[in-house]
């Protein structure tokens, strides 16, 4: 190939044909096949290669803590009462299409971050956009759009209903405002029936009420998340981190 097309090529950012077209000189079995049959060749690598950035960079974007979980390394202990049709359901994003939310719950070490990781890496692999994120985190973010001279308090949030599938970890590990709770308020309105949340939280929905500090808001939040959200719990007579330690299937 020579040395313009190869510019043009670099400068459409195709740089993958180039890899393609340099591969196939040098490869003795593309050498019997017509234009055709390499130009097929050639797209399906670059198409391949495409896909496979896509896929790095969304991982990248979501912010996961790790990146080791999978759906396939999902230790089903039998004292984890784990659901497996409903796990391997969940993994083919259907919930995600369809708007429907999955609260994780779970005892500290018993593996809910890394079960939420494990489905997230999942739909980005379908090429949803992904963000996990920690509540204080979270709402420290939308404090400070809200409050700062430069904040934009409707942007974050329009940023976060974007987004196909948001985790929330350490969802109410602690009470939150009322100005806290107003945040979140906002933030499951902007995003309902639109869009897919993890929730992971120590507590079953039953005691998220006394979590808020505003009964009406409770009453409000739990009414759009609740209803229409599938429920793992984990259970253990020892925490993951029992089991395996430091890096292992744990929170």
């Avoid at 079960?115 to 920690?134: D, M, N, P, S």
């Avoid at 939308?142 to 949030?157: S, V």
């Amino acid at each position: 190939m020579d040395q313009e097309t190869t510019r043009m090529l670099y400068e459409m950012r195709l740089s993958s044909m180039v890899e393609a077209v340099n591969a196939q000189n040098t490869s003795e079995n593309c050498q019997g096949m017509n234009f055709e049959e390499r130009f097929k060749l050639i797209v399906a690598n670059a198409y391949a290669s495409r896909q496979t950035n896509k896929l790095e960079r969304l991982i990248k974007q979501a912010d996961f803590s790790t990146v080791a979980p999978s759906i396939g390394n999902i230790d089903y202990l039998p004292d984890r009462h784990l659901d497996r049709h409903l796990i391997s359901e969940l993994a083919t994003g259907t919930y995600i299409k369809q708007h429907h939310n999955l609260i994780i719950m779970g005892a500290s070490g018993n593996g809910k971050t890394w079960l939420a990781t494990a489905l997230g890496i999942e739909a980005c692999r379908q090429f949803h956009k992904v963000k996990y994120v920690r509540l204080p985190e979270l709402l420290d973010d939308l404090l400070i759009a809200k409050h700062e001279a430069n904040g934009d308090f409707q942007k974050l949030l329009e940023r976060y209903r974007k987004v196909d599938l948001l985790i929330i970890d350490e969802w109410l590990l602690t009470d939150v405002s009322l100005e806290q709770s107003q945040f979140l308020l906002e933030l499951v309105e902007c995003r309902l029936q639109s869009a897919s949340t993890i929730y992971c939280s120590q507590f079953d929905p039953k005691g998220w009420h006394s979590k808020f500090g505003n009964a009406q808001i409770a009453d409000a939040i739990l009414d759009r998340i609740v209803h229409d959200s599938y429920r793992i719990v984990i259970e253990g007579e020892r925490s993951m981190r029992e089991r395996y330690g430091i890096g292992g299937q744990n929170d």
